[in-house]
């Protein structure tokens, strides 16, 4: 891990685990008239370093939630409206709260794989974040049920159609899972900008005024809808914002550690973990309870 072809591994693995090799795929709606190629290429670059931080310093699995740093170069920097970012290599900086931002589940990068490039979707990111972050995968969705569209026209908001779409029983239950952590980061657009309401079309279709945005002097968009992130858990637990989100899951650090070991040894192995392997899996996290659940750690487990 010393040696420089260990960035190989964080490449590989980062790429494979958090969906990077699909960043791009998608190119966003001309609404988003403050992309660029400069922010699309320091996007991945924020993610890898931050990991690479995280095994080098043997830091804990729950800064992939929640930290009070990140890696930005000046693009990022102000695409998130931190300060005193000038240069175009990438540098620690630290991340205060109203930035919004801290671990990798607010970066750019991940925000941008999660969402189709005109919408984002609570679906679809909650799945993401069961999936590669809790480690509790939804159930797939019955073969007879279509899938949710949004309405790229503004006229309704996704909560909207998510409130009927629950009404069908065959959708209920899994949507009870899967929505919340989706709504919790609804507050991030397709480019991992913060937001505080929809955007609207260019024609001024589902806007309601021209605004200017916040890190962007001198770029307008059309407001529409507020956006609304809070949410309740399946099992009761209500939050109002990402904040809230980040501090329920920090409850379990035990489970985000049990995911990120269940990752590693997925890659390491090249084949899904049978019920046998729970034992190897459990046997890692009770070596590794005492120091906080650290990433070197756990991959000096699965080693």
């Known amino acids: ?73 000046a693009r990022l920097a102000k695409h998130y409206g931190v300060s005193g970012v000038d240069s175009w290599e990438l540098r620690r900086s630290p991340i205060l709260p109203e930035h919004r931002r801290g671990g990798v589940i607010t970066h750019a990068s991940v925000l941008k794989v999660t969402a189709n490039g005109t919408t984002t979707s609570p679906v679809l990111r909650g799945k993401w974040l069961l999936e590669k972050i809790i480690g509790k995968p ?12 949004p309405d790229i026209r503004g006229a309704t908001t996704i909560r ?43 024609d001024g279709h589902g806007g309601k005024e021209q605004v200017e945005l916040v890190n962007y002097s001198g770029a307008r968009v059309w407001r529409g809808e507020d956006v609304k992130p809070e949410s309740v858990m399946h099992d009761g637990r209500a939050f109002k914002d990402i904040d809230q ?39 890692i996290i009770a070596r590794t309870r005492g120091e906080g659940f650290c990433l070197r750690s756990i991959l000096h487990g699965v080693v």
């Open 245 to 283: 989100y980040r501090a329920i899951l920090l409850e379990d650090p035990e489970q985000l550690a049990r995911s990120v070991t269940t990752k590693l040894l997925v890659y390491a192995t090249g084949t899904d973990l049978q019920f046998a392997d729970r034992e190897v899996v459990e046997s």
């Open 160 to 202: 909207q159609q998510l409130e009927k779409h629950r009404q069908l029983p065959a959708c209920a239950s899994c949507h009870l899972q899967i929505d919340p952590p989706g709504f919790a980061l609804e507050n991030y657009d397709v480019i991992g900008g913060w937001r505080d309401w929809y955007r609207g079309s260019q």
């Open 138 to 149: 939804p159930s797939p969705p019955p073969p007879d049920i279509p899938a949710l569209e």
């Open 1 to 73: 891990l010393l040696d420089r072809k260990a960035s190989r591994f964080t490449e590989n693995f980062v790429g494979q685990w958090l969906d990077l090799r699909k960043l791009h795929m998608t190119k966003p709606d001309l609404r988003y008239v403050e992309f660029d190629d400069q922010l699309l290429w320091s996007m991945p670059r924020e993610t890898m370093a931050y990991f690479d931080e995280m095994l080098r310093h043997d830091r804990s699995v729950s800064e992939l939630v929640s930290s009070d740093w990140t890696y930005l170069d």
